[in-house]
């Protein structure tokens, strides 16, 4: 009752015009259950942002809705496929550098990235810096301002506002880290820890992520390294 509700709901905040209350807010004000809210929409949501649970609730929660509503999660039927690319990612990553075949410049870290009136100075470490008409930095916000070597106190305040967490990812086979029920094994497992931790803590099941035909079974976890068996 409470998912049907909550989808309901959700479909309403984004008739509003403005960014609305924090999900912690309209959690509370929508009146869901305590186990809900713990058990389901707070992990969901930690586990997409791979972000602090205890954050999620300062998180807009029309920002929320509108994530959910552009991956169909918002009805209970009819929910879109998802498909992958034959080959995984590495097949659309060559077929983007044979566009580019001879052009590309890898494994050349940049030091500063400087706008002239015309131009922009792209200067890689150890080398001479290149000139350019335009260049577009597609790269987290903390790189972009470090790269940047003339931002203004605009840039400063945008590109400094966003904050970053660390994650510790663990490529293993210790089933463990799935649930004690095989037929409970998703593609996304999230940890419920006690007492509730700092971080996400996730395991990814890549058997199934990525459909592989393997006689181990593959697994990626979050932030909880120690508990791993190196084996």
Known sequence: ???????????????????????????????????????????????????????????????????????????LRGRPRWRTVRGGSARYVEALEGEFRGRLALRTPIQTVTRGSDHVLVKPRGGDAERFDEVVLATHSDHALALLGDASDREHEILGAIPYQANEAVLHTDV????????????????????????TTVTYHMNKLQSLRAEREFCVTLNRTSEIDPA
């Open 1 to 75: 009752a409470d998912l049907a509700r909550f989808n309901r709901a959700a479909r309403g905040l984004l008739r509003g015009d403005d960014e609305g209350p924090s999900l912690g807010d309209w959690l509370e004000q929508q009146r869901f259950s305590r186990p809900f809210i713990e058990r389901l929409i707070v992990p969901q949501a930690s586990a997409v942002w791979s972000a602090d649970p205890h954050q999620m609730w300062t998180f807009p929660a029309r920002f929320l809705a509108e994530f959910f509503d552009n991956h169909g999660m918002l009805s």
């Open 176 to 199: 463990r880290m799935l649930p004690r029920r095989r037929r409970a094994w998703a593609s996304w497992n999230y940890h419920l820890m006690q007492p509730p931790g700092l971080q």
